[in-house]
Antibody, heavy 116, light 105 residues
Framework: QVQLQQSGAELAKPGSSVKISCKASGYTFTSYYISWIKQTTGQGLEYIGYINTGSGGTNYNEKFKGKATLTVDKSSSTAFMQLSSLTPDDSAVYYCARIRGTLDYWGQGVMVTVSS | EIVLTQSPTTMTASPGEKVTITCRASSSVSYMHWYQQKPGASPKPWIYETSKLASGVPDRFSGSGSGTSYSLTINNMEAEDAATYYC????????FGAGTKLELK
């Protein structure tokens, strides 16, 4: 069965970076793009961008350019998102999701808390 | 950026009641997708390409619409349908509605 397993919760200091992972299983990893979504109580769901898991090509929401960097490791069927120069506004739950027309499978989410 | 406006923001419905949630786009989109989210869980695909039910979704759900106006309808509300529903479109950048919280009366 298709699964997207994300890494664990992160507690980070302002100005630092975090890198969260999304390991896919149960399907051919390079056949589908992976999208990343931010969820906060105040802003709801926000689309960060997606990565072509075959070529590594990326597409970012303008709002997250410079904030998020998406990469993949095809050998381990894992997608990564690095968030840099963290501020309290980056505190949120971050999801990865497979794109198949719609977002058809989601990871369990990673809570990132930015606090000094 | 296309803004998706969902209404109502919150609603309650009794078992057996018909429920309609609307999603209005600030510009025309080709399709609308819908997700269901329950507390502490990830969103789940619910309706895709405006009117197609995702796997496992009961057929009391339906979706319709075109252009800038879309809706999700539940015929005969059941307790398990209480959740938050989000609409989403794929024109760049993809955007989501703010969600409609549906509660059981």
């Amino acid at each position: 069965q298709v699964q997207l397993q994300q890494s664990g919760a992160e507690l980070a200091k302002p100005g630092s970076s975090v890198k969260i992972s999304c390991k896919a299983s149960g399907y051919t990893f390079t056949s589908y793009y992976i999208s990343w979504i931010k969820q906060t109580t105040g802003q709801g769901l926000e689309y960060i961008g997606y990565i072509n898991t075959g070529s590594g090509g990326t597409n970012y929401n303008e709002k997250f350019k410079g904030k998020a960097t998406l990469t993949v490791d095809k050998s381990s069927s894992t997608a990564f998102m690095q968030l840099s120069s963290l501020t309290p506004d980056d505190s949120a739950v971050y999801y990865c999701a497979r794109i198949r027309g719609t977002l058809d499978y989601w990871g369990q989410g990673v809570m990132v808390t930015v606090s000094s | 950026e296309i803004v998706l406006t969902q209404s109502p923001t919150t609603m309650t419905a009794s078992p057996g009641e018909k429920v309609t949630i609307t999603c209005r786009a600030s510009s025309s989109v080709s399709y609308m997708h819908w997700y269901q989210q329950k507390p502490g869980a990830s969103p789940k695909p619910w309706i895709y390409e405006t009117s197609k039910l995702a796997s496992g979704v009961p057929d009391r759900f339906s979706g319709s619409g075109s252009g800038t106006s879309y809706s999700l309808t539940i015929n005969n509300m059941e307790a398990e349908d209480a959740a938050t529903y989000y609409c989403q479109q794929w024109n760049y950048p993809s955007t989501f509605g703010a969600g409609t919280k549906l509660e059981l009366k």
